[in-house]
């Protein structure tokens, strides 16, 4: 290839996948290492960290295009989204955006949370996230399981 930036967009663009719009999408994220975070909270529910992944849901609910469903157990959030287009689609549908920015919001926010809170654990908090595309009527399954 001629030169350098067309061969640095070329590799770039080969890892650049985008899911399909016009069906239904499912994010979720999930703390990492939280059995360490968790350790001294209340079992099996501590409310102060129930509202913590209350927040954190709520941010990603406001932040999502096309946002329909929240369901959050354990440390773990679930998300539905929908959109008729790819142009109405949270990045366009882009894979890497959709599970770097959840993840990262995620984490962030749960930060903020722990320092309002003043919330004395060491651990920093992160999320990691998975993103995928499923069948409309295998939306209700994905809900029970989970
Ligand atoms: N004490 C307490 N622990 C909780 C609460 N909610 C979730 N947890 C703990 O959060 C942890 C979540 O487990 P996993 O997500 O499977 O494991 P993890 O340690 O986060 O590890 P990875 O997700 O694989 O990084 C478990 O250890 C739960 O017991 C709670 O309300 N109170
Ligand atoms: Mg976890």
Not at 99 to 124: H, P
């Amino acid at each position: 290839m001629s030169s350098i930036s067309k061969r640095m967009k070329f590799y770039e663009k080969s890892t650049n996948y985008v899911l399909s719009p016009n069906i239904p999408l499912i994010i979720r994220i999930d703390g990492r290492s939280f059995h360490t975070f968790t350790e001294d909270l209340e079992k099996p529910f501590d409310s102060k960290f129930i509202s913590m992944m209350n927040s954190i849901g709520i941010a990603l609910c406001n932040e999502i295009t096309g946002f329909k469903l929240a369901y959050i157990q354990s440390d773990e959030i679930s998300l539905l989204i929908y959109a008729n287009s790819i142009e109405e689609s949270w990045f366009k549908n882009k894979f890497y955006k959709i599970i770097s920015i959840s993840a990262g919001l995620a984490s962030a926010v749960g930060m903020q949370w722990k320092y309002k809170n003043n919330f004395k654990k060491e651990t920093i908090i992160t999320f990691d996230s998975r993103a995928f595309v499923i069948p409309q009527n295998d939306v209700i399954n994905y809900f029970i399981w989970r």
